[in-house]
């Protein structure tokens, strides 16, 4: 089984398993959900990790510069 992340048309975010992408779409239409973004569970954490690192890094900067203003 892998783990996706879905974002359907109605705005739903959820963390859904299946053996493949065929499975998933099948699963997902089952329930009346249409999915308007699908990415390997993996890929969104890389993806949010990269997010949370710059935002980090920004941060560090902006303290920096508050420093030397000082």
Request: glycine share 4%; with cysteine; aromatic share 10%.
């Amino acid at each position: 089984m892998t783990e996706y992340r879905v974002v359907t048309e109605c705005g739903r975010n959820f963390a859904w398993c299946a053996v493949d992408l065929e499975q998933l779409f099948r699963n997902l239409t089952d329930r009346a959900y249409r999915a308007v973004k699908v990415q390997l569970m993996s890929e969104y954490e890389a993806e949010l990790a990269h997010k949370y690192g710059q935002e980090e890094l920004v941060h560090e900067l902006e303290k920096e510069i508050e420093g030397d203003a000082a």
